[in-house]
Nanobody, 124 residues
């Protein structure tokens, strides 16, 4: 499966951005978003089970970010609202054939497919 992320950019604090990740070459079981702040490790942001739509969020983005997917378009989205400077980083979409049980929050090692990353910069 190939993943192509898009939608990053520069936005002021309090603003919104929508990231998209187009998947080709196969059907995903779970899609996710991770981000890597400058000088820091890549961290989990959100995940969604492709068929049933159950979602997980990092505590830092709950209530502000919304993950979704369009099964017909085989595309993953991340709607980011009320952005903060600490949301700055490279955002990576990720995918796996596995559909995790809803009580399990997947981590980086669970995903085998990765997009190229898109930069989000939030200015204060």
């Amino acid at each position: 499966v190939q993943l192509q992320a898009s939608g990053g950019g520069l936005v002021q604090a309090g603003g919104s951005l929508r990231l998209a990740c187009a998947a080709s070459g196969g059907a995903l079981g779970t899609g996710g978003w991770f981000r890597q702040a400058p000088g820091k490790e890549r961290k989990f942001v959100s995940a969604i089970r492709w068929n049933i739509g159950n979602t997980d969020y990092a505590d830092s983005v709950k209530g502000r970010f919304t993950i979704s997917r369009d099964r017909a378009k085989n595309t993953l989205y991340l709607q980011m609202n009320s952005l903060k400077p600490e949301d700055t980083g490279v955002y990576y979409c990720a995918g796996t054939y596995r559909a995790f049980i809803t009580s399990y929050t997947p981590n980086e090692a669970d995903f085998g497919f990765w997009g190229q990353g898109t930069l989000v910069t939030v200015s204060s």
